[in-house]
């Protein structure tokens, strides 16, 4: 948990400030039954009203330099640590956002969402006491002890016996706590991961009446969390009347041996009610440091699971030259796109999904793959702009490998459509933009007409800056997948990547886009996967893909007559297109 804490370091010197405030509040608690015990055994015992006055007098100071600091310490704490969390937000934002997506899959996006609130939120809590309670507890209660040594030391040995209780009570809740907080993390991702799904997949769970079986499930997730909370709210229960019972019979056992020293002589009443104001003090102080001990094990659950993501450094990285600086930026052209015997594994997964592929494309021309579900097609296109890094062979642009080049130099040059299209809350225009940000209105409007999708806006009211949902939700997927186009046609890139991106087109939508697109990709690198063989018969060169590997590769003429599995691939379109 400290090693979060360097993320306090912009807060010095509020931080600063705080514990002086602090420390002249606790001074000022610790002086108010001093002049307590002097009222009553120089001031009430003599009748001596003046005195009471005056004592009374500066005992109304001293409490309101206690209370104008206390205002002030809680001020700069919640500054601080508000700071704090916003700060350690933005940094694991900022470093989640450089992970390849194979540290995405590995912490899944829910856990992503929950580590970057709810535990930021427990770690924010906990600054905020520990600031409060790390100079006062241990002031007050050192600060109790030598004035209450000091009015009668024999008496003292009432907190000999007390305290070492109050420890072991201390230890024993934090360890049962301890495990039982870390498993509230988890089942807060479990039940946050329960609840995105069934969110996002609405329409597929009501279509197929699953509306009972998610119920159930979260439920379940609910009713688990709920449990745990139970156990852990039952033991941080237990501990507050286990204490105030501690206390109280810590003050008994004062005023019964008080009593004694009082009779015997030793002791003046006045000095007694100081005695156990300072006796409650202490015990407050180690009360407060219960409370913190419990809440610790919480935030150091949190902790770790913060400090799990930032210890994970991305995979993908950019090249850094002999001065420590990246690659000089490259040309935007790119005259070759090569794959040279080119293998990728998904992490943990047994067999390669790609083995050996081999070929290269040059502008003007189209590389069309094709194969059967799941046999890599996607995944060939997601390592061009470096998604996932390869295990075997290279990628080559112009000759240079794509984990040599700066990743935003290698993505700059690539417009990516990917098979679901993803569009971002926000207007039309934004979501364009995305492609190339200083994009002016016609360079948008020529993106939309070229994708077809001119018409459909045009009729939007707002146009442009009409509003799209979350997602793109109150779009068509045919809407989403022109926006997608258009969005990577904005870029004008020297390589296009369209993975399955007609699918959802109607066949003269599809056509007529193909016709627009014609002249606008003349000059670039092409490479399409697509399910429907009319679509890339006149492709320069189609790469079949069998589970993985390169089974043929040729124009449509050639494949028909030396590939297998692109004949049974034709063949079985045909004879689906026939039944139709
Ligand atoms: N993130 C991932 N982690 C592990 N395995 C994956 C991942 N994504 C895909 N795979 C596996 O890799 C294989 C190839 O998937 P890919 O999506 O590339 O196939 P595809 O040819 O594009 O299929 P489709 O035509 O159905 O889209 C599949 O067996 C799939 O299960």
């Known amino acids: 948990m400290l090693k979060l804490y360097r993320f306090l370091h912009p807060y010095r010197a509020s931080v600063s400030l705080l514990l002086v405030l602090l420390f002249l509040q606790a001074l000022s608690e610790l002086y108010l039954p001093t002049l307590m015990a002097d009222i009553v055994n120089w001031g009430i015992v003599t009748g001596d009203s003046g005195y009471i006055l005056k004592l009374g007098g500066l005992m109304l100071i001293v409490a309101a330099v206690g209370g104008i600091c206390s205002i002030g310490a809680s001020y700069l704490s919640a500054k601080a640590s508000s700071g704090f969390s916003r700060d350690l937000r933005s940094g694991l934002f900022t470093h989640v956002e450089r992970f390849s997506l194979q540290e995405f899959n590995r912490f899944g996006a829910a856990s992503l969402i929950t580590r970057t609130t709810n535990d930021i939120n427990q770690l924010q809590q906990v600054l905020t006491v520990t600031m409060r309670m790390m100079i006062s507890a241990p002031l007050m209660c050192a600060g109790g002890i030598i004035m209450a040594v000091s009015r ?153 699971r913060i400090n799990e993501v930032l210890d994970t450094v991305s995979t993908i990285v950019d090249p850094v030259t002999i001065d420590g600086t990246n690659p000089p930026l490259t040309s935007p052209a790119v005259e070759t796109l090569e794959f040279r015997n080119v293998t990728f594994s998904y992490p943990g997964a047994e067999q390669p999904v790609l083995s050996d592929i081999s070929f290269t494309a040059r502008p003007g021309e189209i590389t069309a793959i094709i194969g059967g579900t799941g046999s890599g097609k996607s995944t060939l296109l997601s390592l061009i702009p470096r998604l996932y890094d390869i295990d075997g062979g290279s990628i080559l642009l ?183």
């Open 152 to 304: 009668d030391a024999r008496l003292s040995l009432v907190f000999a016996a007390v305290v070492p209780i109050l420890a072991a009570i201390i230890f024993i809740m934090a360890r049962k706590g301890m495990p039982l907080f870390k498993a509230i993390q988890v089942k807060l991702d479990k039940l946050n991961q329960v609840l995105r799904e069934s969110l996002m997949g609405i329409r597929v769970i009501r279509s197929f009446d699953r509306v009972d079986h998610q119920k159930a499930r979260f439920h379940e997730a609910n009713d688990d969390l709920t449990n745990t909370a139970i156990r852990v709210n039952r033991i941080m229960a237990a501990l507050m009347p286990i204490m105030m019972l501690l206390l109280n019979f810590s003050i008994i056992a004062i005023v019964w041996f008080g009593s004694l020293r009082i009779e015997s002589g030793h002791l003046q009443v006045g000095d007694l009610m100081a005695f156990i104001q300072y006796g409650m003090q202490i015990l407050f102080s180690l009360m407060m440091a219960a409370f913190l001990f419990v809440m610790i094990p919480r935030a150091s659950a949190s902790a770790a």
């Open 398 to 580: 112009d000759g240079v490998d794509v984990r040599q080049m700066a990743q935003q130099d290698l993505r700059a040059k690539i417009g990516y459509v990917s098979q679901k299209a993803l569009l971002f809350s926000g207007a039309i225009a934004e979501n364009i933009r995305c492609g190339k940000s200083d994009a002016s209105d016609d360079d948008i409007l020529r993106a939309l007409a070229i994708a077809q999708a001119g018409e459909f806006i045009a009729e939007r009211a707002g146009g442009l800056d009409s509003p799209i949902a979350q997602g793109g939700a109150d779009l068509s997927g045919g809407q989403k997948q022109r926006l997608s186009i258009a969005r990577a046609l904005v870029r004008k890139p020297a390589i296009y990547l369209f993975d399955d991106s007609f699918s959802a087109l109607d066949y003269k939508t599809d056509a007529n886009l193909r016709a627009a697109l014609k002249p606008e990709i003349a000059n670039a690198i092409v490479l399409l996967v697509a399910q429907r063989v009319s679509t890339i018969m006149d492709a320069t060169r189609i790469i079949v893909l069998d589970q993985g590997r390169i089974a043929g590769i040729g124009d449509h003429k050639q494949l028909m007559q030396s590939c297998d599995v692109y004949r049974e691939i034709v063949a079985s379109q045909l004879s689906e297109e026939d039944a139709a």
